[in-house]
């Protein structure tokens, strides 16, 4: 009985191998947002269009939760959202600063924002499910 178990684990371990790895190379490979929109300016385009979804959204997140707030506590969240903004801005210009003079750098600059702001609207979300209970 163990040497049968065995030898089932070395027959399914090559398999199990085999479609991890090919999981793990499709998932690397996902198409990104704005691929294949031919030039630099119009992927910029798109990344930024990218961006302001993103910032509708989380607009709309931080309305939901002010919305529930007490003066004090909307007083605290607008202090945290300035301080957030000044990080988003500088974290993205910091991370696209090495495409600094080439065409690339508003689109990797834009993608950054928009990483960053959905980050912050699920925060967002997050902490809205938490009060509203």
């Known amino acids: 009985m163990k040497t049968r178990t065995i030898i089932l684990c070395a027959l399914l371990a090559p ?19 704005c691929e294949g929109n031919g030039s630099q300016a119009e992927a910029s385009g798109c990344a930024h269009r ?4 993103a910032d509708a959204e989380l607009n709309k997140a931080y309305g939901r939760l002010a919305g529930i707030l007490d003066a004090g506590e909307k007083a605290l969240l607008k202090e945290a959202e300035l301080a957030w903004i000044k990080y988003r ?43 509203s209970q």
């Open 15 to 33: 398999l199990l191998l085999t479609a991890a790895a090919g999981a793990k190379t499709q998932k690397q490979r996902q198409i990104q947002p």
């Open 50 to 53: 990218e961006f302001q979804a």
């Open 89 to 131: 801005d500088s974290t993205c210009v910091f991370e696209s600063s090495q495409y600094a003079g080439g065409t690339m750098r508003p689109m990797i600059e834009s993608f950054c924002l928009a990483r960053v702001t959905k980050a912050r609207t699920a925060e967002l979300k997050e902490q809205y499910e938490l009060r």
